[in-house]
Structure formats: structure tokens, C-alpha cells
């Protein structure tokens, strides 16, 4: 019995033994994969940032006020104006769509009366 | 373990055959015993005591050996656990009220030698000229053929100038990356934002530290590494500060003046909308200051935080309100302006002469001197200068910005009654541009003081009461009769219902004594006038408005006109549609017992 249990225990301690060996590289694995992807995440949120002060100089006031001055011909794009508010009383009504013809109308015969 | 008997049958009977006492036989073997017991214990003992002590020395030498380990090595961050936005811990970006970039990061490198690994230091030399034409050859080839191992060249380059250089190809060159601070949008709020710079400096990394503006005065917030990614959300709106300066700008080459400035405030909040002042400069590419003549002439100088100026008229409402809030005097009361108002050696004149007597709404529709030394010499030095401290008229703004500090009022040696007289019509007190509307806020938002703030504000903080809600309607009436029918006619913006009071001060000349021909021109404004939103205060440095026959510099030729076009194109941006002024209420007086 006791022989038993003295080979059980060496066994468990074996299992132990390989079980914290494994653990131990695939933490290491984890922390170096950990480590990739931050220098990753921070290369992304460098070029991220560079893009986003680009986007920021692309859209300067200055820059945007050229442009709508040069394509004044396409776009007739002016500063806001007081007057270019409008009241929902300038706004027409919709134009109510045509009803659909129910009773047919002879065609045919008012052409050959015209004719 | 075989127990010996304490009273062996053999020797107990060989004692009673000898006639002894066998009681002695049975103590001696109990003896025996209890001494036997006694050093088994002991052992015992004495084998715990030693285990304990192995486990002590085992414990403590971890603890010794961890002890020197940690020491021993270099600090390692917990990788495990660390949030993703720390990952790149930058400056951090400053954005306008609505999330428009207004400084960010940029990653850029610094070019440096090592002049020992150089091979042919003397055309290096040459092509770097080439590349960078403002360093010096001669220079360069002292520097790289000298004893130095180690030399800057450039603090910040760009990657094409990164590529010439390593097309250049020699080992004695080398990059170090940098951190960079850019401002994208040029000189579109230069005076706000300051510039940055670098504080200490290595090869490998530098501190990007704020040299000026808001980057200084909130540096420990923007490089507070708990921060993560957030932006710091500034109140300007971007669009609208461009607007400001652009119509500024034109007004000021129009007036012929040599600088301007301009405040835009929301009038419950505080937040300033838009803060200009010109001439201004690029923050990316920070001016060196001036070392000789005026600091007041040069691009970094900000005029509407730190330029002092008496700002004339646009004091009168602070009087006359004070007066009405005090029940001294009534929008009725009439005052006598003959003139001029000698006070000792003093004279007081007004601009022109408006009669005998005006009642107190024509005074500051008129604009007259003499009306509002009256009214303050009835409220008296304390009183005003107490209503000018809670207007915080009396001490540097608060707002955030490293030169406002420096930017204290100039105020008289000691309040005396001609003092509280001149000071009444805006002379013999400085201030600044920003007080000015500041306290012009507290005035006409209801009578709640305002601090002037440049971060955005999530929600209003009401301030203390100043004045009543209705004194501080009587001021917008009067302030609005200015425009309608007194000294700012130009500000008139139809749909928009501008009130506010112009001010022309002679400029103090720095020998002592003023300019005769050299005036700041002001005004001071609010819109709408029924239903006030924000305050508008634009200040010309010597404008000259030449259209006429003769020079005009009063402030309602030149300041009031440039205001009103910075209305015309601020308001719509700011989301107010032009709307119909409401007709003064007939029948129905406000009343209170």
C-alpha cells in the first residue's frame, strides 16, 4: 500500500513538473507576444497621430477659405451670411405626385378626328 | 520502546530477603524514569527549536536575496498589466471646442555627429550647407575636425531632409528620434497656444516642454502621464477664431492701425470663443523676443491679455450702473455737464458740448465726461472701487494662460475723488482687453460674475451676483440706445441687435504726458441686445480712419465698424439666426416694493 502511494506521489510530482514547465514558456510566449503587439499598438497610434495632424493641416482654415476662393466657379461657395438663414415659411410644399389614370381615355380616335 | 517495571519482582524479593525498604526500589526506578522522560523532551525540544531556526534562516535569506536582487537590477515595467492608451505616453493634444485638432505630436528625428566615426568631415560639411543652407561651412568643418566627439546639428528635421542626409552616406551622421509639437493650423490662435520647445535633452529622447501661452501655463496637465489620449478640449471653436482674425486683420490694415485685438466671450459661461490679437506669429516656428525697444511692438506680445491700456468710455456703464444699483440715480435723473468740471488744478471736458443738463441714459448714449464724473462723485472712491473689484477690474484674469499673471491693472497710488472721477470715464485705471469684457459680461448676463476661461466648461457655473437682474436690463437698454442713436451708429449689424459702448484714450506717452495724435480706439459690444449671448470687445492701437477730410480716430470711426463686421460673419457661425428686435413694452412697468 505504502509503496503505492510513494509511486503515485512521484508520478503526480512528474505531472506537476512538466504542468509548471509548459505554464512557464507559454507565459513567457504570452509576454513576448504581449510586447509585439504593444510596439505595435504604438507604432499604429504614432502613424495614427501622424495622420490625424495631416488631416488637421489638410482642413486649416486657411487653406479651405484658398480653395473654396479657387473653385468659386464650381462651387459658388461664400462666408455664412446673416441672410443665408432661411424660415420653414420659405420652404413650398412638396408637389403632390400625379394621380394614377383609371379611366382610360381613347386616344386613337380624337388623332383621327383631329387629322 | 520496553518499559522497565518500577518494581522488578527479583529484586524486590532479594530486598525483603535482606530486610531493605523495596519502596526505595520502586522511587529509584521512577526517578530513573522521569529522568529518562526528561531528555527525550529536551531533544525534542532542542530538534523543533532547530527545525524553526532553518526555517528562519531559509525565510530570511529569500528575503536578504530578494532584497539584493531587487536593488541589484534595473526596473522593469509589470508587463502584464498596463492599460493600452499609456502605450505611447505623449503631450497631449490640445483640440477647439468641437474636436478640431489644435496641437498634436509628431514624431521626427534630430540629426547629430560623431565626428570621430566621420571619413571625410569637410564635404559632409559642404553638403550638409546644401541641404540646410542656414548652417555655416566653416563651422561645421571647426566643429567636426575638432577635438569634439559629439556635436549637434539640427534639432528637428524633415523626412526629406532625413533622406538627403543619409544619401550623404557617412557613419559620422546620426538621427536620434524626437518628439515634435505641431500646430497644424498656422497662426490661427498663436498668442493662445504659446509654442513649445525642449527641455532636457538626450539622444535617444527629449522633454517637449510649453515655452508660452496655455502650453506653459497647463504644461503638469498636458504631460500628466494618467491622462492616456485624452485631448485637452480648449473653448475656442476654430472656425470662428478664424473668422475673427481674418476680419481683424483686414480692419486693421483698413484703420491704418499697428495692432488689434479682439475678445469674443460667451456672456453666462465665460468661455472665450475666440481671442485674437495682431500682429501675431507661427507657434510652429516661435519668433525670438526682442531685446532691444518695446516689448509691446513684437509679434508675441498679446494685446488682449497683456496689453494694458486705458480703454476710455467703455468705463461709463460701470458708473452709471453702479449708480442706478445703488438707487443714487434713475435712467431719468437729469445731470448737469456744464463745463468743463474743474476739480483743484483738473479741468474734465466732454468731446463736444451737449448743453446744460442730460439725464442719465444720454450720458453714455453722448459719451459725456462730465455726466459720469457727477455720477461717481456722489458713489465715492470706496464704493466704486469695491464694485470695480467684484467686476475684477483690480487684479490679473484668471484665465489660463502663462502672461496673463504678469498682466496686473494699473491702478492710481491712491484712490483720491479725482481718481474716482477719471476712472469713472476710463482714465487713470489700465486694463486689459479680456477684464473689459469679463466685467462686461458680469454686467449684462443678468448681474452673475463671469471668470474668463479658456477651457471648455461642461456646464454653467453661476458666479456670485454683482448686480440686480434689473439694473443689468437698464445697462443692455442704454448700451443699445449707443448703437441706435449715440456714438456707435457703425455697429448697427441688422438682425443681430448689438449694444456697446465705444472708448477713445489718448495713448500715454512713456516720458509721462499723452500722444496727441496716438489713441486706442475701443468698443466694446454685446448681441443680441434683448437676449445677450455673448460680448465682443475689439481694441485698435492707433487706427486712422482717413476716408474724410481730416483724420478720424475716435473709436466709433474705427473700432465700431471692424466689431460690427466681425458680427456679421462671427454670428451665423456661432448658430444665432438674425432676428427681430421685440417692441418696447407699452402699459407694463416692471415694479418692485
Known sequence: MRSVFYILTACLVMVLAVWAYRQNYETQASLREVRELRSEIGELREHAGVLRAEWAYLNRPERLANLADMNFNRLELLPLRPDHFGHIDQITYPIEPLSPIIVPIEVMSRLREIQ | ?593
Open chain 2, 1 to 593: 520502546m520496553t518499559r522497565t517495571p518500577l518494581r522488578p519482582l527479583a529484586r524486590i524479593l532479594a530486598a525483603r530477603r535482606a530486610g531493605e525498604n523495596p519502596d526505595s526500589i520502586e522511587r529509584d526506578n521512577l526517578a530513573e524514569r522521569h529522568e529518562a522522560e526528561r531528555d527525550g523532551a529536551r531533544a525534542r525540544a532542542e530538534g523543533r527549536l532547530l527545525v524553526l531556526g532553518v526555517v528562519f534562516l531559509c525565510a530570511f535569506t529569500m528575503v536578504g536575496l530578494k532584497m539584493s536582487v531587487t536593488a541589484g537590477t534595473d526596473p522593469v515595467e509589470p508587463r502584464a498589466a498596463a492599460s493600452g492608451t499609456q502605450i505611447i505616453a505623449t503631450r497631449a493634444d490640445i483640440t477647439d471646442r468641437n474636436g478640431r485638432i489644435l496641437a498634436t505630436n509628431l514624431t521626427t528625428n534630430a540629426l547629430y555627429a560623431q565626428p570621430p566615426l566621420m571619413i571625410e568631415p569637410e564635404l559632409v560639411a559642404r553638403k550638409l550647407v546644401t541641404i540646410f543652407p542656414d548652417l555655416n561651412e566653416e563651422r561645421l568643418i571647426q566643429q567636426f575636425t575638432g577635438a569634439r566627439k559629439f556635436v549637434w546639428i539640427k534639432r528637428r528635421i524633415s523626412p526629406e531632409q532625413q533622406q538627403a542626409v543619409f544619401d550623404i552616406g557617412d557613419p559620422g551622421l546620426l538621427f536620434g528620434p524626437r518628439e515634435m509639437r505641431l500646430y497644424p493650423n498656422g497662426r490661427v490662435a498663436a498668442h493662445v497656444l504659446g509654442g513649445a520647445g525642449y527641455g532636457r535633452e538626450g539622444v535617444s529622447s527629449a522633454e517637449v516642454i510649453g515655452v508660452a501661452g496655455l502650453e506653459k501655463a497647463l504644461d503638469d496637465v498636458l504631460r500628466d502621464p494618467g491622462r492616456g489620449d485624452v485631448p485637452l478640449a480648449l473653448s475656442l471653436d476654430l472656425t470662428v477664431q478664424a473668422a475673427v482674425e481674418r476680419v481683424l486683420a483686414g480692419g486693421m490694415r483698413l484703420m491704418n492701425a499697428k495692432g488689434a485685438a479682439a475678445v469674443l466671450m460667451d456672456i453666462n459661461t465665460g468661455e472665450i470663443v475666440s481671442i485674437a490679437s495682431l500682429p501675431d506669429f507661427d507657434p510652429n516656428n516661435r519668433p525670438t523676443p526682442l531685446t532691444t525697444g518695446d516689448p509691446g511692438n513684437s509679434p508675441l506680445f498679446n494685446r488682449a491679455v497683456q496689453g494694458v491700456y486705458e480703454l476710455g468710455s467703455t468705463y461709463k456703464i460701470f458708473a452709471v450702473a453702479q449708480g442706478i444699483e445703488e438707487r443714487i440715480v434713475s435712467r431719468s435723473t437729469m445731470v448737469d455737464i456744464q463745463g468743463p468740471l474743474r476739480w483743484g488744478k483738473f479741468k474734465i471736458r466732454d468731446f463736444r458740448n451737449y448743453g446744460k443738463a442730460l439725464s442719465v441714459e444720454d450720458v453714455i448714449v453722448k459719451s459725456s465726461n462730465i455726466g459720469t464724473a457727477r455720477i461717481a462723485q456722489k458713489i465715492g472712491a470706496e464704493r466704486q472701487q469695491a464694485f470695480l473689484g467684484q467686476l475684477g477690474l483690480l487684479e490679473a484674469t484668471p484665465v489660463e494662460l502663462i502672461e496673463a499673471g504678469g498682466a496686473r491693472p494699473l491702478l492710481p497710488k491712491s484712490w483720491s475723488e479725482i481718481s474716482t472721477m477719471t476712472i469713472s470715464y476710463g482714465h487713470g485705471i489700465s486694463t486689459s482687453p479680456l477684464h473689459l469684457a469679463a466685467a462686461y459680461a458680469s454686467l449684462l448676463n443678468g448681474g452673475l460674475k463671469v471668470a474668463p476661461t479658456l477651457l471648455k466648461k461642461d456646464y454653467p457655473m453661476p458666479g456670485p451676483r454683482i448686480i440686480s437682474e434689473d439694473t443689468s436690463r437698464q445697462a443692455r437698454e442704454m448700451l443699445r440706445q449707443v448703437v441706435t442713436r449715440g456714438t456707435a451708429s457703425f455697429g448697427e449689424v441688422p438682425g443681430y441687435r448689438v449694444g456697446g459702448k465705444t472708448g477713445t484714450a489718448d495713448k500715454p506717452k512713456p516720458t509721462g504726458g499723452y500722444y496727441e495724435a496716438k489713441v486706442i480706439a475701443t468698443f466694446a459690444s454685446f448681441f443680441p441686445a434683448d437676449d445677450p449671448k455673448y460680448v465682443l470687445v475689439v481694441t485698435l492701437d492707433e487706427p486712422v480712419e482717413t476716408s474724410g477730410k481730416e483724420p478720424r480716430r475716435t473709436a466709433g470711426w474705427t473700432a465700431v465698424p471692424v466689431a460690427a463686421e466681425v458680427i456679421r460673419r462671427v454670428a451665423p457661425l456661432l448658430g444665432l439666426a438674425p432676428g427681430v428686435e421685440p417692441e418696447a413694452r407699452t402699459g407694463v412697468t416692471l415694479a418692485r416694493n
